[in-house]
């Protein structure tokens, strides 16, 4: 039984360089989330896609921000010309939804071990 | 907007005892309610969920009731174990029209410590 896996886990880079994390959900899910997590806060949703289309995505997600799930399958975040309060941990969820509140199962978020982003 | 407020932190308890950890919420429509937890240097797991008010999640001891009234869906053990010591995130996803929306909105975490 595989879970959300994420790629790197960790990552250190200097600013204003570009990252790219990569995420791979459960196979089954439909739905892929991003959040963003700083020390001693709770997540915070940056975007996510239902199958391939990109439904909704947060004012968190500066243009310096995209988002791809290009064949409905694994994800990737990349970050262009990264700041300092880009550190964060970057986490990584999937679900599987038939939309429907209430519905067995619905919309319980899967969550990957997180990639672990440090700017200098 | 949606949010969720749990109550200040770190918890810290001896094994055995009550836990109470407070979680507050405000959200437009009727949302499902969750308990998230991580584990250190794990990632977050669910923890219970309840969709509708008055429902109650459980789960490995743990307990929390959806009460619509006071917009509440406080989580409750009622012996904890050192290995329960994590940090716990109070959670909501809105739903209207029988839809859910995707995100999750979560509280800022409580990190509980038991001791032996």
């Known amino acids: 039984d595989t879970g959300v896996s994420q790629d790197p886990r960790h990552k250190i880079t200097k600013r204003g360089q570009n990252v790219t994390f990569r995420c791979d959900p459960i196979?089954?899910?439909?739905?892929l989330y991003w959040y963003r997590q700083t020390l001693g806060q709770g997540p915070e949703f940056l975007t996510y896609?239902?199958?391939?289309?990109?439904?909704?995505k947060s004012r968190l997600l500066s243009d310096r921000f995209s988002a791809e799930r290009p064949k409905g399958s694994f994800s990737t975040l990349e970050i262009q010309r990264t700041e300092q309060g880009d550190s964060a941990m970057y986490l990584c969820?999937?679900?599987?939804?038939?939309?429907?509140?209430?519905?067995?199962?619905?919309?319980?978020?899967?969550f990957g071990p997180g990639t672990r982003l440090t700017v200098l | 907007g949606n949010s969720v407020t749990q109550m200040e932190g770190p918890v810290t308890l001896s094994e055995e005892a009550f836990l109470t950890i407070n979680c507050t919420y405000t959200?437009?429509?009727?949302?499902?309610l969750f308990w998230y937890v991580q584990y250190p240097g794990e990632g977050l797991q669910l923890l219970l969920k309840a969709t509708k008010a008055d429902d109650k999640g459980s789960n490995k001891g743990f307990e929390a009731t959806y009460r619509k009234e006071t917009t509440s869906f406080h989580l409750e053990k009622g012996s904890v174990q050192v290995s329960d010591s994590a940090v716990y995130f109070c959670?909501?996803?809105?739903?209207?029209?029988?839809?859910?929306?995707?995100?999750?909105?979560f509280g800022q975490g409580t990190i509980l410590t038991v001791h032996p």
């Open positions: 959200a437009t429509g009727y949302p499902s």
């Open positions: 896609f239902q199958n391939e289309a990109q439904l909704e």
């Open positions: 969820a999937s679900s599987h939804s038939t939309g429907l509140a209430g519905a067995p199962g619905h919309n319980e978020q899967f």
């Open positions: 196979s089954e899910h439909n739905r």
């Open positions: 959670a909501l996803i809105r739903n209207a029209g029988g839809t859910s929306y995707g995100k999750l909105t």
